[in-house]
């Protein structure tokens, strides 16, 4: 028997692991896997499985703010230099679906999430929305908190907002590593918190993207 997504949108929970949606080859949630140097994020482990933790520079970690949302702690990064990074990218990624828990507090271009110089990366300023090297029309409210998702095929991007489909539009190349969250190459870097972020090396078809939707909406209580 299938459980319909309705029901557990109206029960507030939903069973959620690293195999519930297939190819997951990146996960980070504030909650879980946090090392701390004494208030700052040193290191954010890697749910999936697949060992890809993410380092901070002794002079460039985020703050871990403990209770920042729906009871939950969050991670606070500057937008001047705060970044968590593994030494080599994951690389192998043909197609690429991404879910990012997020509340920007500035208005200029930051990157959620990046591959190395070579490769692309997702992010979006207040009024423009940014996938690889190639930008489409979409607005971010500072000082609100959105499940950002989006997926990107190498000739396509699409971009959806708390589970409605934002925009899409023809991407130049492809998102084909990851490298970082909270900048990408050292260039662009987000000023906000992020609470969780997943990773697939594929696109989701609708139903996979509304269980790991409604798994966001209802840890973190953002819509």
Same mark, same amino acid.
């Given at each position: 028997m299938i459980i319909p997504i309705?029901?557990?949108? $109206? @029960?507030? *929970? +939903?069973?959620?692991? *690293?195999?519930?949606?297939?190819?997951?080859? /990146?996960?980070?949630? /504030? %909650?879980?896997?946090? #090392? +701390?140097?004494? #208030? #700052?994020?040193? @290191?954010? $482990? %890697?749910?999936?499985?697949?060992g890809n933790h993410l380092i901070g520079t002794s002079t460039a970690q985020p703050l871990y703010v403990a209770s920042s949302l729906n009871g939950l702690p969050t991670i606070l990064f500057d937008g001047i230099n705060d970044s968590l990074r593994m030494a080599s990218p994951i690389t192998g990624f043909t197609n690429v679906t991404y879910f990012i828990v997020i509340k920007r507090n500035s208005s200029a271009l930051g990157v959620s999430i990046g591959g190395d110089a070579n490769n692309y990366h997702y992010g979006n300023d207040s009024t423009t929305l940014y996938s690889g090297f190639n930008s489409k029309a979409g607005t971010t409210t500072t000082s609100t908190w959105y499940v950002r998702s989006g997926t990107g095929t190498g000739s396509v991007a699409t971009w959806y907002s708390d589970g409605v489909l934002l925009t899409s539009h023809s991407q130049f190349g492809q998102f084909n590593a990851f490298q970082s969250v909270g900048d990408w190459n050292g260039t662009y870097f987000t000023s906000g918190n992020i609470a969780e972020v997943l990773i697939y090396d594929k696109v989701l078809n609708s139903t996979e993207r509304g269980v790991v939707d409604v798994y966001l909406r209802a840890k973190w209580a953002t819509y």
């Open positions: 309705s029901y557990w949108r $109206n @029960q507030g *929970a +939903l069973p959620f692991s *690293a195999s519930t949606v297939s190819n997951l080859r /990146a996960w980070y949630k /504030a %909650d879980v896997g946090i #090392t +701390l140097n004494v #208030t #700052t994020v040193s @290191q954010w $482990n %890697d749910q999936s499985g697949g």
